[in-house]
C-alpha cells in the first residue's frame, strides 16, 4: 500500500530545470489521492507546448516508477486569472508581441510564433492590433471574411487552424486607411476583445503597433497581459525606441518574456560567413540592461522576406532560428507561469489536498 508522504517525498526529488526547486516546495502539486496501490496525482503545469513542463511531466513519471509507485498523473494549465475576472474567459494566455519602431518585423514574429504554438498542438488566435496598418491577412492564409454568429459577434476566419481577426477585414479596400483618432482606437480594441466569438485558445497573440500609444495602453488596461515579447533589429535607433516599448509594458508590470533581434544577420552564399550589417549586439544590451531574457536573433533570409513569410519545415537557418525564439519564448512564458503559482500558494500557505480512503 503506497502512502502520501511516500509519494510527496518522492515529487520532491523532481526539480523545475528552469526554477531549480523541487515542484512540490514550488506548490505545482496541486493534490494526492492514495486508495491501496492506486495514486491519482493533479500537478499545475500552467504553460501548454512549453517544452520544461513537458520534461517536469515525465520526470514525475520516471521518478515514482523508479520508486516502485504506479500513479495516474493529470495536468492543471489552468488560467491564472479566474474566468469571472477576465473579460476573455476562454483564453488561458495572452501574448503581446510589441516594437518600438515600425519596420523591424514585429508582425512576422507574431505570425510564426502562433504558427508554431498551433503547430505544437495549441489552440491558437492572433489579434491583428495594428490598426493603421493591418498587415496579417496578407501573411496568413485566412480562409475567408469574419462571419456573424448567432449572439450578433464577429467569428473570426482560420488560417492554418489559427482563429485569425484584422482590422484589414473591415476595411472596404486594401489601400484604405484606417483613418482614427484615441477614442476610435480604443472602440475597435474593446469590439475586437469584447464582440469577436475567440472561444476556447490556449493563447491569443496580440500584434501590437509599433511605438508606445493607445492600442498598446488600451491592452495593458483591458487585459491581463500573460506576457510581452519584445521585437528589435540590431540597429541603434530601433533599440532606442524598443526600449520605450518594454518600459511601458514593465510600468503596468505586464511580464517581459524576452527580446527578439530579427535582421540580426545574414549568411553569405559567397563567402560562408554571417555578416551584420545593421550592426550587433543590440537586443543584448537591452536584455543586459533591464536584466530581461534574450529570446534569440533571426536572420535576414528570403524565407522570412518574401510574400509569405511563415518559416515551414525546411532545413533552413530561418526556420531553426525561429524555432529556437519560439521555444525560448515558452520556457520563458513557463518560468512566469510556475513563479506566480508558487508566489500565489505561499501566499495562500497551499499545501497539496491529500486524501486517502477512510479506514
Not at 464577429?154 to 483613418?179: C, E, Q, W, Y
Not at 482614427?180 to 472561444?199: Q, S, T
Not at 533589429?233 to 518594454?246: E, M
Request: proline share 7%.
Amino acid at each position: 500500500m503506497t502512502d502520501n508522504t511516500t509519494v510527496l517525498d518522492a515529487l520532491r526529488t523532481v526539480h523545475d530545470p528552469v526554477i531549480e526547486n523541487d515542484i512540490v516546495s514550488l506548490g505545482l502539486i496541486e493534490s494526492v489521492s492514495t486508495a491501496g496501490d492506486s495514486v491519482d496525482i493533479t500537478v499545475v503545469l500552467p504553460t501548454p507546448g512549453d517544452d520544461a513542463e513537458g520534461r517536469i511531466l515525465a520526470s514525475m513519471h520516471e521518478t515514482l516508477t523508479q520508486e516502485g509507485i504506479e500513479a495516474n498523473i493529470s495536468t492543471d494549465d489552468s488560467p491564472w486569472m479566474s474566468a469571472e475576472d477576465s473579460i476573455l474567459p476562454g483564453v488561458k494566455h495572452v501574448i503581446a508581441v510589441a516594437s518600438g519602431k515600425g519596420g523591424v518585423g514585429k508582425t512576422t514574429v507574431a505570425a510564426n510564433l502562433a504558427r508554431r504554438l498551433a503547430d505544437r498542438g495549441c489552440s491558437v488566435g492572433i489579434l491583428d492590433a495594428d490598426i493603421h496598418g493591418p498587415n496579417l491577412p496578407r501573411l496568413l492564409a485566412v480562409e475567408g471574411p469574419p462571419a456573424v454568429t448567432g449572439e450578433d459577434a464577429l467569428a473570426p476566419p482560420m488560417a492554418s487552424g489559427i482563429k485569425v481577426m484584422s482590422m484589414a477585414f473591415l476595411t472596404r479596400n486594401h489601400d484604405d486607411p484606417a483613418i482614427l483618432r484615441g477614442p476610435m482606437v480604443n472602440k475597435v480594441m474593446m469590439h475586437f476583445l469584447e464582440n469577436v466569438a475567440w472561444g476556447e485558445l490556449d493563447y491569443l497573440v496580440v500584434d501590437l503597433p509599433p511605438g508606445t500609444g493607445d492600442a498598446s495602453l488600451d491592452l495593458l488596461q483591458t487585459l491581463p497581459v500573460s506576457g510581452t515579447v519584445i521585437v528589435t533589429t540590431p540597429h541603434q535607433l530601433a533599440v532606442d525606441d524598443a526600449r520605450k516599448g518594454l518600459n511601458l509594458f514593465a510600468t503596468h508590470e505586464a511580464p517581459i518574456l524576452g527580446v527578439v533581434e530579427n535582421m540580426s544577420y545574414f549568411e553569405c552564399d559567397g563567402c560562408g560567413e554571417d555578416h551584420s550589417p545593421f550592426g550587433t549586439g543590440g537586443a543584448r544590451e537591452i536584455c543586459a540592461a533591464y536584466d530581461v531574457p534574450y529570446l534569440g536573433s533571426l536572420p535576414i533570409h528570403e524565407a522570412l522576406g518574401g510574400d509569405d513569410p511563415i518559416v515551414g519545415d525546411g532545413a533552413t537557418s530561418a526556420n531553426a532560428a525561429m524555432d529556437a525564439v519560439v521555444a525560448s519564448t515558452l520556457t520563458s512564458l513557463g518560468e512566469v507561469n510556475r513563479r506566480r503559482v508558487a508566489r500565489q500558494q505561499i501566499a495562500d500557505e497551499h499545501t497539496p489536498t491529500v486524501s486517502m480512503p477512510e479506514q
